[in-house]
T-cell receptor, first 111, second 111 residues
Framework: NAGVTQTPKFQVLKTGQSMTLQCAQD?????MYWYRQDPGMGLRLIYY???????DKGEVPNGYNVSRLNKREFSLRLESAAPSQTSVYFC??????????FGPGTRLTVT | QKEVEQNSGPLSVPEGAIASLNCTYS??????FFWYRQYSGKSPELIMS????GDKEDGRFTAQLNKASQYVSLLIRDSQPSDSATYLC???????????FGQGTTLQVKP
């Protein structure tokens, strides 16, 4: 039982490059989340998926797209990376209105 | 105004003292409330969850919820240096299910 897994753990991109962050959970949760964390900013919600096939914008969705491929997987795509997207990205999952379980995070640097 | 607000601190307390962390939220429909602890470079880990008005105790931790005042707090009794971390308040919005975090309060427990 791995919980929430994220790949990659670290990534360096050049401005304008694209990449996809992968997230998977094995707890059969309906809800999945993508957050970014910057110093002093807490966790800010990028996108949220309440169930397979549904997604909803969070607090900071600009510059990102998501795909809820199936119940297990929720990916985050940066189409054209910018230095402002340098951050630590966390994926999380939960049952409705219950606690969130977090992945280990992806440290992304955009130069 | 942020949907979930915390004093970013740092909050400094001596070892053995009570640390009090506070959080306010704006959505009156919110139903689930959580406190997470995050050590530097690590993922958030759940400390307490609370769903109804009043106090909930677990070991040295007590969560307090007042829905009328839209206020949730965390008390840490007999604070230890190992409690030094950032504490994140999270609120599950009632109508959307989104899990929204405050900016976190940094706690320093001095030996």
């Amino acid at each position: 039982n791995a919980g929430v897994t994220q790949t990659p753990k670290f990534q360096v991109l050049k401005t304008g490059q694209s990449m996809t962050l992968q997230c998977a959970q094995d707890m059969n949760h309906n809800s999945m989340y993508w957050y970014r964390q910057d110093p002093g900013m807490g966790l800010r919600l990028i996108y949220y998926s309440a169930s397979e096939g549904t997604t909803d914008k969070g607090e900071v969705p600009n510059g990102y797209n998501v795909s809820r491929l199936n119940k297990r997987e929720f990916s985050l795509r940066l189409e054209s990376a910018a230095p402002s997207q340098t951050s630590v990205y966390f994926c999380a999952s939960s049952e409705a209105r219950r606690r969130g379980y977090f992945g280990p995070g992806t440290r992304l640097t955009v130069t | 105004q942020k949907e979930v607000e915390q004093n970013s601190g740092p909050l400094s307390v001596p070892e053995g003292a009570i640390a009090s962390l506070n959080c306010t939220y704006s959505d009156r429909g919110s139903q689930s409330f959580f406190w997470y602890r995050q050590y530097s470079g690590k993922s958030p880990e759940l400390i307490m969850s609370i769903y109804s008005n009043g106090d909930k105790e677990d070991g040295r931790f007590t969560a307090q919820l007042n829905k009328a005042s839209q206020y949730v707090s965390l008390l840490i009794r007999d604070s230890q240096p190992s409690d030094s971390a950032t504490y994140l308040c999270a609120v599950n919005k009632g109508n959307t299910g989104k899990l929204i975090f405050g900016q976190g309060t940094t706690l320093q427990v001095k030996p």
